[in-house]
T-cell receptor, first 110, second 114 residues
């Protein structure tokens, strides 16, 4: 039981490049979330998926897209990376009462 | 709009001293509340949570928090801090009415002096 896993752990992109951050959970949770963490701002919700087949915008969705591929996987895509997207990205899944967070992906956009 | 305020960006305490980290929230629904801790370069670990019932909740690592509805606060406390408690602490609020999404405070960085 690995919990919530994220790949890659670290990535460097050039402005304008695209990439997909992968997230998977093996706990059979319905709800999954993508947050970004920036110094002095805590974690902010980018997108979430209440169940397989549904996705909704969070607080800071601009510049991102998501796919809930199946119940296990929830990916985050940057179509054209910008320096403002330099951040640490956390995926989470949820059961009533608790969110489970992945280890994070550190993204640097040059 | 929902918001969480952690007024202290940094706090320094001596090892063995008591600790209180403040958290205030503004929420349009009955909230449930969390405290998470994050060590440098690591993910988030849940310290404790409040949903209902007894307003004083106990968590891991000797931490406790008290929910005060009248003050919209959920302050985290520890009677005696250890050097290993040095980390960043986040208060978070959620509600079923808002899709169970968490809103986080900006965090408080705790330094422990030996």
């Amino acid at each position: 039981n690995a919990g919530v896993t994220q790949t890659p752990k670290f990535q460097v992109l050039k402005t304008g490049q695209s990439m997909t951050l992968q997230c998977a959970q093996d706990m059979n949770h319905n709800s999954m979330y993508w947050y970004r963490q920036d110094p002095g701002m805590g974690l902010r919700l980018i997108y979430y998926s209440a169940s397989e087949g549904t996705t909704d915008k969070g607080e800071v969705p601009n510049g991102y897209n998501v796919s809930r591929l199946n119940k296990r996987e929830f990916s985050l895509r940057l179509e054209s990376a910008a320096p403002s997207q330099t951040s640490v990205y956390f995926c989470a899944s949820r059961v009533p009462g608790q969110h489970y967070f992945g280890p994070g992906t550190r993204l640097l956009v040059l | 709009a929902q918001s969480v305020t952690q007024p202290d960006i940094h706090i320094t305490v001596s090892e063995g001293a008591s600790l209180e980290l403040r958290c205030n929230y503004s929420y349009g629904a009955t909230p449930y509340l969390f405290w998470y801790v994050q060590s440098p370069g690591q993910g988030l670990q849940l310290l404790l949570k409040y949903f209902s019932g007894d307003t004083l909740v106990q968590g891991i690592k000797g931490f406790e928090a008290e929910f005060k509805r009248s003050q919209s606060s959920f302050n985290l406390r520890k009677p005696s801090v250890h050097w290993s408690d040095a980390a960043e602490y986040f208060c978070a609020v959620g509600a079923r009415e808002y899709g169970n999404k968490l809103v986080f405070g900006a965090g408080t960085i705790l330094r422990v002096k030996s």
